[in-house]
T-cell receptor
């Protein structure tokens, strides 16, 4: 079974621009979560989507948003980019069948804001 | 805030067992212990999880103390490719169940 895929893998943007990142979960997984990883703050939870609905959100400003499509693919958007948004953005998918919801991560998108 | 405590780093010799400790003294009855690892610049990789019984899979073994206040991840025969940051996380599985990562423990496997 194919793993979680994220596109693009690398991205360079300028302050003030916006960016959209994409995530395709493992087939059959309906929950998608997004995380940001920076050297200073480590891995931090952004939000989770299930059945096209956001059901959990981390402590990030409104510039960070996301959505999920009917095929469970998800996108996250960051508007008005700041230098501090430079990070590795990770997507994880989880099966909601069974009881333990382990999450499987993609390789991430490395965003550099200049 | 992360609810687990791990030493910042440890090393072991290739081919030997690596025993990675984790303290979770405030764990509640319905929280599971999960272990993930992250090899440099890659996405975290799920390793194993458990509630109160010891667990084993093809990657590792998880030993949870009887009082559930601590656990040990065991990599039975460490290889150089096991060099990574290992995260111990406690959470209640289910809806609205995010992973809260701490700083993890950096395992260095030496030849």
């Amino acid at each position: 079974k194919a793993g979680v895929t994220q596109t693009p893998r690398y991205l360079i943007k300028t302050r003030g621009q916006q960016v959209t990142l994409s995530c395709s979960p493992i087939s059959g997984h309906r929950s998608v979560s997004w995380y940001q990883q920076t050297p200073g703050q480590g891995l931090q939870f952004l939000f989770e989507y299930f059945s096209e609905t956001q059901r959990n959100k981390g402590n990030f400003p409104g510039r960070f948003s996301g959505r999920q499509f009917s095929n469970s693919r998800s996108e996250m958007n960051v508007s008005t980019l700041e230098l501090g948004d430079s990070a590795l953005y990770l997507c994880a998918s989880s099966s909601t069948q069974g009881s333990t919801y382990e999450q499987y991560f993609g390789p991430g998108t490395r965003l550099t804001v200049t | 805030d992360a609810k687990t405590t791990q030493p910042p780093s440890m090393d072991c010799a290739e081919g030997r067992a690596a025993n990675l400790p984790c303290n979770h003294s405030t764990i509640s009855g319905n929280e599971y212990v999960y272990w993930y690892r992250q090899i440099h610049s890659q996405g975290p990789q799920y390793i194993i999880h458990g509630l109160k019984n010891n667990e084993t899979n093809e990657m590792a073994s998880l030993i949870i103390t009887e009082d559930r206040k601590s656990s040990t991840l065991i990599l039975p025969h460490a290889t150089l490719r096991d060099t990574a940051v290992y995260y111990c996380i406690v959470r209640i599985p289910g809806a609205n169940s995010k992973l809260t990562f701490g700083k993890g423990i950096t395992l260095s496997v030496r030849p």
